[in-house]
């Protein structure tokens, strides 16, 4: 067995955030994703915002699912707090988390089908009781690991893997965040690094739930004509003598958005996927209004891309429930167990 490490030897005059870190000192294992994979550039983007934020590692608990993106955390933010659960129930193991230490800055990764499809109930409620977190969907419409079938967020009459069209309409994650109570909602391109470490940026600095939906392209598995959010490579250009599956090596996908004005991105297949960046007369703190553009944009054919809203004067679970300020886990035995007498008075209290 071949383990590939990756070097630890860097410039020495790499430059340095406010703690004297480099962005070198934020980065994770060596990626075993597919080459030219998307999530890799969101955990890149993850990166950069916590290298420019001067964030200490010990300070962020990453947490994920099941699924290439939930692969993902291992390669970012390697002397984090890091927890891969199980498939779709990532918002309570990071509720559980946050409720014992709210001092740590939660950053959850996922992917659209541990999101929308086995963790839909999960991902709305956590949105709803607005837990002080930062979610981020790496989103490209089909599951991964399982090659290519497609979820729930692929887009209605695109043709998956096999030649079956999609006949169910996609679930739009950005609009149930929104439905569901998220306090910072955003949408993004993997390959749009101008525009995608800002977002995660704001959304790490944001109080309350902040949830980022992310157009990553899978480079292997919607390898076929039809797809509206990937490509098809090997069965356009090789011929199998035997059972045989072949991961094609293809540069990653970028591109540049220019607020207000739409940008058409060619897949390696010639699909398109035309993005729209919001521009400064958009009013990102009316949710009605984010709703209505998503919509009009979607029946335009177009992504809305960019910060979509932002609740002014967001509050988290913690001020909703009104926990104590110190940490569940540092509490004493008398601050947990306080004796009869309070017991007595609390019963009272619900006569």
Do not use: W
Not at 52 to 63: D, F, G, N, T, V
Request: glycine residues 10%; aromatic residues 8%; charged residues 20%.
């Amino acid at each position: 067995m071949t383990c590939i490490a990756k070097s630890k030897f860097h410039h020495p005059q790499l430059p340095t955030n406010d703690l004297g870190l480099t962005y070198r000192d934020y980065e994770g294992s060596m990626s075993t994703l597919c080459a030219g994979c998307g999530h890799d550039s969101v955990g890149a983007a993850v990166v950069q915002a916590c290298f420019e934020l001067s964030l200490p590692a010990h300070r962020i608990a990453k947490l994920s699912g099941i699924g290439c993106s939930s692969k993902a955390p291992t390669y970012f933010l390697g002397k984090s707090h890091g927890f891969n659960s199980v498939h779709g129930r990532m918002p309570s193991v990071v509720t559980g988390a946050n409720l014992a230490n709210r001092e740590l800055i939660y950053l959850g990764m996922s992917g659209d089908g541990d999101s929308a499809s086995i963790g839909l109930g999960q991902f709305a409620h956590v949105a709803r009781r607005k837990l002080n977190m930062s979610y981020i969907v790496a989103n490209n419409g089909a599951y991964g690991l399982t090659k290519g079938q497609a979820s729930a967020t692929a887009d209605l009459g695109s043709v998956m893997k096999g030649g079956k069209e999609v006949m169910d309409e996609g679930i739009d994650l950005v609009s149930l965040a929104l439905s569901m109570g998220a306090t910072y909602v955003a949408r993004s391109f993997s390959g749009d690094k101008d525009q995608l470490v800002p977002l995660i940026k704001g959304a790490l600095s944001h109080q309350g739930f902040a949830f980022i939906d992310v157009l990553s392209p899978c480079v292997t598995f919607n390898n076929h004509k039809g797809s509206t959010k990937s490509y098809d490579y090997l069965r356009d250009h090789m011929e199998s003598l035997i059972s045989a599956d072949f991961i094609p090596v293809k540069s990653e996908i970028t591109a540049q958005s220019e607020p207000g004005l739409s940008k058409d991105i060619f897949m390696h297949d010639g699909s398109m996927m035309r993005f729209r960046a919001t521009d400064d007369s958009y009013d990102l703190t009316n949710k009605q209004n984010a709703l209505n553009a998503i919509s009009e944009h979607t029946n335009k054919g177009e992504v809305l891309t960019g910060l979509l809203y932002l609740e002014p004067g967001s509050s988290d679970l913690h001020e909703n429930i009104q926990t104590v300020c110190e940490p569940f886990n540092e509490l004493t035995y008398k601050d947990l167990c306080p004796g009869s007498e309070a017991l007595d008075t609390l019963n009272k209290s619900f006569r």
